[in-house]
């Protein structure tokens, strides 16, 4: 196949880990987002509304915007900060790290809609790399002795500037960029003349992409305030982690045995989230507190989706990745306080979530190298293309080489539970579905140590071996 | 004008149903896709149908294009169409399922490319159900 429907396009599917094979959480996701809930109600009822809206983290209010709809949008974005438009336009006017245009028309034409004049305020408050890479690729500009050398019919499709010596038009077919270009000129003009000037003679004369360049570094350290860390960064997420040292830390710290807690011990509830109502019920931490943490874990989503390749502005990929992350820190604090919630509690205030997170997964790289072990009995050459692809973090074509190599040899059981177990977030067998004749594994996140065990019992049942790779 | 034997067809789509069901299957959960498609030799037409086992829910994403408007072979043709229907799919499951076709048939134009797609989420489980009670009290009366 080619295109979309390639091996590269599958592959790319696998890799993300949260995409391709069917999962569901055994958990309660309630109270469960990517950043703490903004009352817009309070917002517009406060004594001065633009310093209430002003006052939320940018990508808070970015976030509660895209969830909460234009209809809430229309209320709140005459008082964002010039900070809060541009978070905006960071996370939506980008698409596979270039320029898209009609994402940032999009938020643009909303103030258009309520006042052309607030279409030029806005415009302007944005970067100046921004203002002029978004006209640069669609202005073209000439001057009346160019003008006049022009035919007619190539004539007609300029427009004077007010001076009369300076002609523009759109390079664009496209009538929304047509539309949203002349608007723009039309109302700048009427407020700043010598803005417009400037501003269309930036963008017609400086080289292509040069400032899109550039406001790509911009936009990236900003990004990266939020947590969206490099892709090579991401990456390193799911590599080597030394999680002895980390283990032997915690280990070694004794708990506070004068003090009762206890988690209820609801099976629909994570041991993190269970940790969490403790620290709340006890008042070991307050709502700010347990708030930050919460924070750092969409902070640790936002950093593993480069690696996921999810983009910042897809809500519904990163509400995946948080899940995936939530369950895999659940795992990693349960493992490193032995289930006391003490030390969990301590751990989870003391420690970065991405820390629980690589111990998490190196946890896991022991199942992994036992189940490379077991496989290079089978077909060395293929066991050791597996390891080399998990080791280099190619987890989309690890688990394409399970289908591809191993599936005929081992059966769909068997390849189905490698392919959790090589998936960018491991995953435990929940069940098999059927629809004539067709099967399909469901899986689990690996959640508690439960799970661990129960991946580690699959994988020596379906591969058929027993040595090494107990849990600590 | 043919792309292949309808045996090797049959294949082919069997194999875009299994890759759709690789790319998307968090999404998919406990659905199936089912990939159908045959031409009359002047139109193509691929039938995508996304469903579940007890049928209450079943979309059927159709596209159609012509080929004598295109420059291109059978296959790239059907390539072409399979890619754009992909990026609906994409677009469907990713967006909270919220992207919908027209029931009839809507022109597009992709890179000077025309043309068409339909689809309708159907609950054939509830109209089997229905159909059974009306029968049933026909035979009543």
Redesign the interface.
Known sequence: ?????SEE??VQ??DTG???????SKYSSKNISLSPSVDFTAILDAKDPAEAAQAVPRRDMYLALVTGGSEVALDILPLLSSEQLVTIMDNEAWHDGQLAIHQAIRWLDLYKNMDPEFLYQRFRELDEEYQVGFLNPYIDMVDEESFEKLPHDEQDKFTAMPCNTLWWRVKSGDEKIQEFVSSLIQSSISEDAAYIYTLLGMAAMLPPNEQEALLRQFRDARLEEDGFVTTEESRALFGEFDGEALYSKWKAVKSDCSSDLSVTGDAGVLFLDAVMSVALSTGRADQVAVDNVMRGFGYLANAVSGACHVEPD?I??LS?LLSQVRHTVSFGLEVLSSGDVTKALEILFTEYPKVVFQFAISTVNSIRAEAISGLMALSPANASKLESLWKSGKFGSALWLI?RDFLETLGFDSAEVLKGLFNRFPLVKEEV?S?EG?E?V?FRPLATTEDYSALLSDVRKYLSFNSGGTLQ | MSSGTSVELSQKNQ??AQ????????????R?VEVESHSDGAVLTIKITLRN?DKSYVYPIEGRIMFADQDMTADETR??L??FM??YI?EYL???EETYLTIDWSNYDCDGVELQLRGQILNVNLEDLAEQLINGSEAVH
């Open positions: 196949m080619a295109g979309r429907l396009a599958v599917s696998l949260w995409q391709s094979l069917v999962w569901k897809d519904h990929g995946s289908d579905s629809l067709v399909r469901v | 194999l875009v890759l759709l069901e690789r790319k998307y299957g968090a999404w998919l959960g406990q199936f086992r390539d072409f399979m890619d992909d990026a994409q990713s967006g909270g």
